[in-house]
């Protein structure tokens, strides 16, 4: 279906959400006629965490991150509103076909190695001057040409990926391990590496800053330490990006510059090298992001299971419940039961792959049949599990928007 969310409905809460007993009894009730497992969006939800989200990033464009959401519905609303523009793929296939469903602006936001997609992007000019695939070495480039020669095919468009990781004094690398290009001359070096290739041309530059946008900081005992390790990489990397822009802008007309994740709209968007930053996460909203100082995202997405057992008193089983979020095999990748309050896994099962049994007091009054309301950690991992996305306007549906999955997908 078609969604607006600019759009809400006369009369529509601000923000249900702050008392949960009224905003989860009222999804229970939306979705009371149907079977488990159900995933739903509540849309009141989706509205003010896109809306947030323009507000956080000061008027820079922001590229929608499409592996935190998986759902073409979705996506396309959101780049309806003022403020988003442009997709961040996370393969080519995907890029390709969302390219075949009219997207014009498109960056792939890993390197590829598929073979019959780099094949296809080959044969295909439109798609060729829609889409950017990224690159950190030119052994990627090596392996563009083994698939098509460049005589034989449209230019293909590149973005570098630089790594900002902080190289910290007596710490190390802090940060995610993606490009082996750091510094102004690894990145330059690389750059006229491309401009000297036939059959490329590099429009654009990549910087994600991992250590401060992937890290929550608000109520860890650890947090001090995160906030002052993420001061002094944002003080490195903006200086350290404004000189890799100079250089590049030297060896080619970059297009865009990148940056960010829903955890740094603020402080990257601040940065004038900047041209537009990245998220996704921010509009379903996983509870890890409940973790953030700096920002408050509504429970856009949730999903419900049933109750199929009682071994004891205080425990119900819920059928379901294993979908485990990427990162370190850790308890705050696991899904978080939030409805009835008061419920817990128990520390030696965890999220089960087929049954989940659940612990507290509030489980003496569920009976089988009953739901639970779980959130997912991060954002894409609900998608890969479900066919389709209940659309919840206060306490009915008022749609259904397809997932990936529900389309036949299966990209990663």
């Known amino acids: 279906m078609s969604l607006d969310l600019l759009a809400a409905p006369d009369g529509a809460a601000t923000r249900p959400w702050s008392d949960p007993a009224e905003y989860w009894g009222a999804m ?3 979705v009371a006629e149907l079977s488990g497992p159900v995933a739903a969006v509540n849309l009141a939800a989706l509205r003010y965490n896109a809306l947030d989200m323009v507000v956080r990033s000061g008027g820079v464009p922001i590229r929608v991150a499409s592996k935190s959401v998986r759902v073409r519905a979705i996506v396309e609303a959101t780049l309806a509103v003022a403020g988003y523009r442009g997709i961040l793929a996370f393969t080519l296939p995907e890029a390709l076909w969302l390219a075949g469903n009219g997207h014009d602006d498109i960056v792939v936001g890993y390197p590829t190695a598929d073979r019959a997609a780099i094949a296809q992007l080959a044969s295909d000019p439109a798609a060729a ?19 098509a020669a460049p005589a034989t095919r449209p230019a293909i468009r590149l973005c570098i990926d630089a790594d900002a990781s902080w190289r910290a004094p007596a710490l190390g690398h802090i940060g995610v391990r993606r490009s ?30 991992a250590q401060i946008a992937g890290q929550p900081d608000k ?7 995160i906030r002052w390790m993420q001061r002094r990489s944002a003080d490195e990397l903006l200086a350290r990006r404004a000189a890799i822009v100079d250089a590049l802008r030297e060896i080619a007309p970059l297009e865009f510059v990148n940056g960010g994740g829903t955890g740094s709209l603020e402080l990257t968007a601040s940065d004038q090298s900047v041209t537009e930053v990245t998220a ?44 485990i979020a990427s990162g370190p095999p850790v308890a705050s990748r696991q899904p978080l039961p939030v409805w009835p309050q008061g419920l817990h896994t128990l520390a030696r099962e ?63």
């Open 219 to 225: 109520d860890g005992a650890s947090d001090p330490v």
């Open 28 to 30: 229970t009730d939306a």
């Open 350 to 412: 965890g999220a089960g792959e087929v049954q989940t049994p659940l612990q507290g007091q509030s489980a003496r009054s569920l009976q089988v049949g009953d739901r639970v309301w779980f959130r997912h950690a991060k954002s894409g991992e609900l998608a890969e599990r479900v066919d389709a996305y209940q659309l919840i306007e206060s306490d009915r549906i008022v749609g259904e928007a397809p997932t990936y999955r529900g389309e036949g997908r299966a990209f990663l």
């Open 280 to 323: 996704g996460s921010g509009l379903l909203a996983g509870h890890l992001f409940d973790r953030y100082r700096i920002f408050d995202p509504a429970p856009a997405a949730a999903f419900a299971l049933e109750v199929v057992r009682k071994p004891a008193p205080d425990i119900v089983t819920v059928l379901g419940g294993g979908w």
């Open 180 to 209: 082996p290009v750091h510094d102004v001359a690894e990145v330059a070096t690389l750059a006229r590496g491309i401009a000297a290739r036939a059959g490329f041309q590099l429009v654009g530059l990549m910087m994600y800053e």
């Open 129 to 147: 001057s829609r889409i950017t695939l990224m690159v950190d070495s030119l052994a990627q480039l090596d392996l563009i040409d083994a698939v």
